[in-house]
C-alpha cells in the first residue's frame, strides 16, 4: 500500500521530474528556514517547477489532493512569509530563470518569477536602463519575490514600490488555472487592477510565474554624501534642501552611531567621518547642473544642522557599505536570532517615534539592543532588536508595534506581513477590511490552499 505521502511525492516528480522533487532533510534544509535562522519550519518535498505547464499541474495535484502549498521564491525573506511552517509543501519557483526580453522601446523587461534583482538589473543596465528596484538581499531576492512582497528597497524614493514597477503577470492560481494579464501599457484601465491585488498577496492569492516589469533610465551620473547630523529633525530638513534646490533624490537612509559602530566592529572599518554624531544620513542625488557643486554648498549653508559631511562620486560602495552591511552585521553580532520590525510612521512623527522607542525598550526590556535605520526619506524605520529571548519576542514585538500604531504608522512598511506580523494584523487594519481580504482570498483560493498560514486566514 502507498501511503499518501509517497504517493504525492510521487506525482510531483512525474511532473517535474524526480530531481525537481527534494526530499532530503540536508537538501530541503535551506528551504524550510529563513534567513535570520528563527523561522524554521518542515517539508515533506520542495517542488522545483521549471515551467509555468509545470506549476499549473502541481498547483492542480495538490488541489485535488487537498495538500497545502507555500510558494518560495530566493528565501530572503525576514517575516517567515515563505517558510512551511505547519509542513506544507514548498513550491521553489527557482528555475523559472528565463530573461525573456528587454524592449528598449516601451521600457519593460519580461522575465520569469525565479530571476534574481542582480540578473534583471543585469539584462537592463546592457541596454542602458535599469530596474526601479534595488535591494541588499539583490544577489538572490527573485522578482517572484520582489512582486509578491511589494519590496520597496533603497530606490522606492524616486522610482516607486514593485507594484509601481509592475505592468503584467502571470500567476497560477491555487486549482492550476494561468492567469495572464500582459501588455505593454502605462495606461490601462479595464476593470479591477489584478497585477496590483496580486503584489504584495504573498503568495497568498496564486504563485507568480512571470512578470512584466517597467523600467527606468537612470541617471547618468550621481553624488553620494554622507553626512553627520544630531536630530531626524535636521535629516528631513536636509532632505527637504536637496529636493527644493532642484536635485532629484535617488536614495536617504538614515543610521545611528549604535548601528555603525556594529557595522565596524562586525567588519572592521574605520570611522566614515570625524565627528562622532548620534545620526547618520546617506544621500545620492541626481541633477542637471553641477551635481556635487550643488550639493557641497545646500551642505555648507545648512549651518549647524550638519556636523560633518564625506561626498563621493556615486556609486560611492565605501559610503554605501555602512548602511548595506547593517542586515548582515546584526545578524552575525546578535547572540540570538534577532527581532526584525519593518515599520513606517507619516515624517511628521518619525522623530518623536524614534526619540522614544529606545528609551521605552530600555526600561521594560533592559538586555535588548536596538538598532533602527531605514529609508528615511520613505518614513520607513527597520526597529532591529538584539539579543532578545525567545519568551520575549511576542511581548517586544507587541511593545513595538503598538508604539507604531500611536504614531500613526504601519506595522509593515516593505517586508509584509508574513508569520511575523499576523498576530498584528488588526493594529494594521480594521475589522472590515481584514473581513474584505478574507473574502477576496476565498473567492481566489476557495479551499485555502495558498500560504494558508498567513495575512487573513479563515
Ligand atoms: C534593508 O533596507 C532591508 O536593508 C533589510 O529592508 C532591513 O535588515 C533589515 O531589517
Ligand atoms: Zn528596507
Not at 535591494?135 to 509578491?148: E, F
Not at 492560481?173 to 501588455?183: A, E, I
Not at 535636521?234 to 534646490?245: F, M, N, S
Request: hydrophobic content about 40%; overall charge negative; glycine content about 8%.
Amino acid at each position: 500500500m502507498t501511503s499518501p505521502t509517497l504517493s504525492i511525492v510521487s506525482e510531483l516528480a512525474e511532473i517535474v521530474g524526480p530531481a525537481n522533487v527534494l526530499t532530503d532533510l540536508d537538501v530541503t534544509a535551506g528551504y524550510v528556514t529563513d534567513w535570520t535562522g528563527h523561522w524554521r519550519g518542515h517539508t515533506e518535498a520542495v517542488v522545483r517547477p521549471g515551467s509555468t505547464a509545470e506549476v499549473s499541474a502541481v498547483l492542480a495535484t495538490c488541489h485535488r489532493l487537498g495538500i497545502r502549498i507555500v510558494p518560495q521564491g530566493g528565501n530572503t525573506g525576514l517575516v517567515g512569509g515563505s517558510i512551511p511552517m505547519e509542513g506544507e509543501i514548498v513550491l521553489s519557483t527557482q528555475r523559472l530563470t528565463r530573461i525573456e526580453r528587454v524592449d528598449v522601446v516601451d521600457r519593460t523587461l519580461a522575465a520569469g518569477a525565479g530571476v534574481t534583482v542582480a540578473q534583471a538589473q543585469d539584462a537592463a543596465r546592457q541596454h542602458g536602463l535599469d530596474l526601479g528596484i534595488d535591494l541588499a538581499s539583490r544577489d538572490s531576492a527573485t522578482l517572484g519575490g520582489i512582486v509578491s512582497t511589494n519590496a520597496g528597497g533603497i530606490r522606492m524614493i524616486k522610482n516607486g514600490n514593485t507594484r509601481k514597477q509592475l505592468l503584467g503577470i502571470e500567476a497560477v492560481l491555487s486549482d492550476g488555472r494561468v492567469v495572464t494579464r500582459w501588455k505593454e501599457l502605462v495606461k490601462d484601465n479595464v476593470g479591477y487592477d489584478l497585477p496590483g491585488l496580486l503584489a504584495g498577496a504573498e503568495g497568498t492569492l496564486a504563485v507568480i510565474t512571470r512578470v512584466l516589469l517597467r523600467l527606468i533610465v537612470p541617471a547618468p551620473r550621481t553624488q553620494v554624501a554622507l553626512v553627520a547630523v544630531s536630530t531626524v529633525g535636521d535629516a528631513l530638513r536636509l532632505v527637504d534642501r536637496l529636493e527644493r534646490a532642484g536635485l532629484t533624490l535617488e536614495a536617504a537612509e538614515l543610521m545611528t552611531r549604535t548601528g555603525v559602530d556594529l557595522v565596524r566592529r562586525h567588519h572592521d572599518l574605520r570611522a566614515p567621518l570625524a565627528v562622532d554624531s548620534p545620526l547618520l544620513l546617506l544621500v545620492e542625488v541626481s541633477g542637471q547642473r553641477d551635481t556635487q557643486a550643488l550639493l557641497l554648498d545646500i551642505l555648507e549653508k545648512a549651518g549647524e544642522a550638519v556636523l560633518d559631511a564625506a561626498v563621493e562620486e556615486g556609486p560611492a560602495p565605501k559610503l554605501w557599505r555602512y548602511r548595506e552591511s547593517h542586515t548582515e552585521s546584526i545578524s552575525a553580532e546578535s547572540s540570538t536570532p534577532p527581532v526584525k520590525l519593518d515599520i513606517s510612521t507619516p515624517l511628521r512623527e518619525i522623530e518623536q517615534f524614534l526619540t522614544t522607542l529606545t528609551p521605552g525598550l530600555t526600561e521594560k526590556f533592559p538586555n535588548v539592543r536596538a538598532v533602527c535605520f531605514g529609508h528615511i526619506a520613505d518614513g520607513n524605520l527597520h526597529v532591529n532588536l538584539l539579543d532578545v529571548q525567545e519568551n520575549e519576542r511576542e511581548r517586544v514585538t507587541d511593545f513595538v508595534l503598538r508604539h507604531v500604531t500611536r504614531h500613526d504608522g504601519s506595522i509593515s512598511a516593505e517586508h509584509g506581513v508574513g508569520r511575523a506580523k499576523a498576530p498584528w494584523l488588526e493594529l494594521g487594519r480594521s475589522p472590515q477590511d481584514i473581513d474584505l481580504m478574507k473574502s477576496i482570498r476565498a473567492a481566489i483560493d476557495p479551499a485555502g490552499l495558498l500560504n494558508p498560514h498567513i495575512l487573513p486566514s479563515r
